[in-house]
């Protein structure tokens, strides 16, 4: 395939070669779900908070508060969510070749379609928005 | 063997351009707009990272609204 990209585009080695300085190292790939055990009860909480309309999920692949605030409980289970979702986009950003936040708005793509109506979201650039 | 040259033929430039860029530019340009970082990457990346992100969505159910 690399090859084949060579022939058709005689400066895509010098992108390439420009490409190995960034500080983007090919992680090894591991097939087990970041997800740990108490994720389940994270994703409860956060789906009970996106039916209040107090969490909703944002054009960068990330859920964010949509009154700015909530309370403890929620802001926890928002936080581990994220942070088990960066670690998603890492990986999937080093088996693509591109920076995770490339990764976080491709899924934030898909995320939208999955929303329910009446929930909120937040394309980049843009303001929350009821579904 | 034209096979080959022509490859070379390709690469070479290819590798000097790369070389040559690289002795300009010592500071790596950041992409300062947080918007279409997505939208800026080639086709044939985006088709490969939206398989990814697929898979990755539905191998954590905990994570992502299914």
Known sequence: ?131 | MTNQLWRWSCVLPGFIVGAALAGCTPTVRVEVAPINIYAKLDADVRVRLDREVQSAIQQNPDLFPQ
């Open chain 1, 1 to 131: 395939m690399l090859s084949k990209v060579i022939r058709r585009r005689p400066l895509a080695l010098g992108a390439a070669v420009l490409l190995t300085m960034l500080p983007n190292p090919f992680a090894p790939t591991i097939g087990i779900p970041y997800a740990l055990a108490d994720a389940a009860s994270a994703k409860a909480i956060v789906d009970a908070a996106k039916a209040q309309g107090v969490v909703g999920e944002q054009g960068d692949g990330f859920l964010g508060l949509v009154t700015g605030s909530a309370d403890s409980a929620v802001s926890a289970a928002v936080a581990e969510i994220n942070s088990g979702r960066a670690a998603v986009y890492k990986d999937a950003a080093a088996r693509s070749g591109v920076t995770p936040a490339a990764a976080g708005e491709a899924a934030a793509k898909q995320i939208f379609q999955r929303i329910a109506s009446g929930q909120y979201y937040k394309p980049m650039g843009g303001a929350w928005t009821r579904k």
